[in-house]
């Protein structure tokens, strides 16, 4: 707990005199009037060295189902570290259920061995077509990218997308931050996920509270019980 403290506002912190070849994480936690917060996760690992300028992981990839048989993945790009080389190409891999996970020929918009053959989709592209799948079925996806330095660690992966009706249904929320009103009260306030391309707009939501390990109860949004 000695030392220096940072500035709330500055963002960014140096870390000088480690070693190279060594994993190193980080994580945070920030100071108010009250107190110290909570620390945030921890943060991906970087080894310093050559490998250090590869891709970070990208987010997770949203699922949009085409037709029965098809869906797009959608994905963004990690920032690209300070010092390293821009995004250039970019894996898709696809499974179904608990089936292994097969690429996406950027051709062909098929699955195929995840050997490494095939063609990877540009960095810019942000979408990638999959065709010949099977309806019924429960699909997810996961996405790394490359950079002249290689191949960074592969994305989270996706909230499945079964092929079919259900297909359109809103994908998961973040996580809600509660705030406390008062000694007997408090707010849970939510976000809402992005709408899938050619899905409804979202109209009603459901909120659960559980106090310890209790039973979930749903909040009435007319009483607030």
């Known amino acids: 707990g000695s030392g220096t403290a940072h500035r709330a506002d500055s963002r960014v912190a140096l870390v000088k005199g480690l070693a190279e070849g060594l994993s190193y994480r980080a994580q945070v936690n920030v100071k108010n009037a009250c107190g110290w917060g909570a620390f945030s996760p921890v943060s991906e690992p970087l080894t310093l060295g050559a490998a250090a300028l590869r891709p970070t992981a990208p987010a997770a990839p949203l699922l949009e189902a085409v037709d029965?048989?098809?869906l797009r993945v959608h994905f963004s790009l990690p920032p690209v570290r300070p010092g390293?080389?821009?995004?250039?190409?970019?894996?898709?891999?696809?499974?179904?259920?608990?089936?292994?996970?097969?690429?996406?020929d950027a051709t062909s918009s098929?699955?195929?061995s995840s050997n490494g053959s095939g063609t990877a989709h540009r960095?810019?592209?942000r979408v990638a077509?999959?065709?010949?799948l099977a309806e019924g079925l429960s699909y997810r996806a996961?996405?790394?990218?490359?950079?002249a330095c290689g191949?960074?660690?592969?994305?989270p992966v996706s909230e499945p997308l079964t092929l079919g009706a259900a297909a359109l249904r809103p994908t998961a929320?973040?996580?809600?931050?509660?705030?406390?009103?008062d000694k007997t009260s408090l707010r849970v306030h939510f976000t809402l996920p992005p709408v899938r391309p050619d899905a409804l707009a979202h109209g009603i939501v459901t909120v659960h509270v559980k106090a310890g390990n209790g039973a979930w109860h749903s909040v009435d949004a007319t009483s607030s019980t």
């Open 68 to 70: 029965k048989t098809s």
């Open 84 to 104: 390293a080389s821009a995004n250039g190409n970019v894996t898709v891999h696809v499974k179904a259920g608990d089936g292994a996970w097969q690429a996406v």
């Open 110 to 112: 098929t699955l195929i």
């Open 123 to 125: 960095a810019d592209s």
């Open 129 to 132: 077509l999959v065709k010949g």
């Open 142 to 147: 996961q996405v790394n990218v490359k950079n």
């Open 151 to 155: 191949w960074g660690a592969f994305s």
């Open 173 to 181: 929320p973040a996580a809600p931050l509660l705030e406390a009103v």
